[in-house]
């Protein structure tokens, strides 16, 4: 039996540039699944993500989504990709498509990139220990921390294999969209934290409609190793609480392994997770 990917509409292109294109995954010519093909409009159009691949059940396990999966690999060589992604559900999302999704990224050589996780929030803000306190970050603050931060994105970015060109676009692109005023935008808290009086670390916690958000944590290089990250994410969760945040969720790339442990320690769950490969 011959498993191919048949198109059910045109190639789609967006404003921005990025491509689209629905596909059914086809046995001899039966409809057995779908496929849905696009490019990222995170990373650029020289990055493919399978948005959806989907096998029905009567057709699962004989090696279907293998098969789509490696077309989709070629028709992203074709539109010029050199890299492409998928995304998997966590624990919290389907725990059966999850540990399926899972073996079929693996099998086919991704990488884990990076996974989101989620925490409910309870009605009480945690206490800071003891010597320990947040304040708002002054302009001087921001300006240092965002020329650090924006590079120290980037170089995450690079690190999983997207271009330098690229990396420093996409760190560009984010810092504008979500901070068009700076340090003066809009549900978005920037924070020092103080131990003792002395300064050991920094907080961006973005408010959303629907929680809050960690973009960014970081005890300072000279204060590791003394537990001022734990401290952070307290701060982080007190802050969302208090706006009335009933959850707080955050991105953790693969490999950070100290933070990893430290998340899932304070009670966070992986919502999904991000696999990559490079297109030889």
Known sequence: MTTTLRPTEPLQRTADGTRSRHYQVCVNSRPVGVLHLATSPALGDSVAVIRELRVDEPDRRRGRGTVAALAAEEVARGWGCRQIETSVPGVLGAPGDAEAGVRLAQALGYVLRNRG???????????????????????????????????????????????????????????????????????????????????????????????????????????????????????????????????????????NTAAERLYESLGYETTRYTYYKPLL
């Open 117 to 255: 996780m989620t925490k409910p929030l309870g009605a009480t803000p945690p206490a800071l220990p003891p010597g320990s306190r947040a304040r708002p970050m002054t302009p001087e603050d921001f300006a240092a921390w965002h020329a650090h931060e924006s590079e120290q994105y980037a170089r995450t970015w690079m690190e999983r294999g997207v271009s330098e060109t690229e990396a420093y676009a996409k760190a560009r692109r984010d810092h504008e969209t979500l901070l068009p005023q700076g340090l003066d935008t809009e549900d978005m808290l920037f924070s020092v934290l103080e131990h003792e009086g002395e300064r050991v670390g920094v907080l961006w916690l973005a408010l959303r409609e629907d929680g809050a958000y960690v973009f960014d944590v970081e005890a300072d290089a000279a204060h590791r190793g003394r537990g001022h990250g734990r401290t952070l994410m307290l701060v982080a969760e007190a802050q969302a609480i208090t706006a009335g945040r009933a959850q707080i969720g955050l991105n953790v790339f693969a490999g």
